[in-house]
């Protein structure tokens, strides 16, 4: 799997987790892929927050997002909840991870931010028409969001990518060299 050079990569919390610290190989095999490629990494602020950026949380969450913000590779995303488009994606993926999660949740446990990427996603193809990557790493979300930007007409412009696979390609790519 490959992220296409100039693209945009929505990213999860998950994934970044997954990333580990900026001292971890997987996010130092990140930041170098992403840069050398050119992709421009955008979070949702649901994610900042998720991350650390709110004044309860841990300190070393803080600083893995500041560290990428220093690099240049990372930035927030202000989503146009105003723009019809973001807020149907929005809205359709969140009903479609309830649809699929089989009563195992119920419609107010699903994830938000799983959502917000989907809109973000549809945000960057529509307005600036780019290809666009979401990474995350739930299986109900992934699915969900293929099957939503599909249904909009942007199945060639966004590409769904199980993040914590890519990050461990990125790792062991890193350590065959």
């Known amino acids: 799997m490959e992220l296409p050079r100039g693209s945009i990569a929505v990213v999860d919390t998950s994934v970044l987790y997954a990333m580990g610290s900026p ?4 996010y130092q095999a990140f930041e170098e892929y992403v840069t050398r490629r050119d992709v421009a990494v955008r979070i949702p602020d649901h994610v900042a927050e998720e991350l650390g950026e709110s004044p309860e949380a841990y300190r070393y969450q803080r600083d893995r997002l ?23 994606a929005i809205d359709r993926t969140r009903e479609r991870i309830y649809s699929l999660s089989a009563n195992d949740v119920t419609e107010d446990e699903v994830e938000t931010t799983d959502a917000v990427l989907a809109g973000l996603a549809y945000q ?9 990557a979401v990474l995350v790493s739930d299986r109900l979300a ?8 599909g249904s ?13 696979t890519f990050l461990d390609e990125l790792r062991d ?4 060299l």
Do not use: P
């Open 152 to 164: 909009m007409n942007l199945r060639e412009e966004i590409e769904v990518v199980e993040g914590r």
């Open 173 to 176: 790519d890193v350590h065959d």
């Open 66 to 88: 500041r560290s990428a913000q220093d690099a240049g590779w990372l930035e927030r995303a202000v989503v146009d909840f105003t723009d019809s488009g973001v807020s149907s």
């Open 142 to 149: 992934e699915q969900a969001i293929v099957d939503v930007l």
């Open 124 to 132: 960057y193809a529509a307005e600036q028409s780019c290809q666009v």
């Open 23 to 26: 001292s971890n190989d997987k």
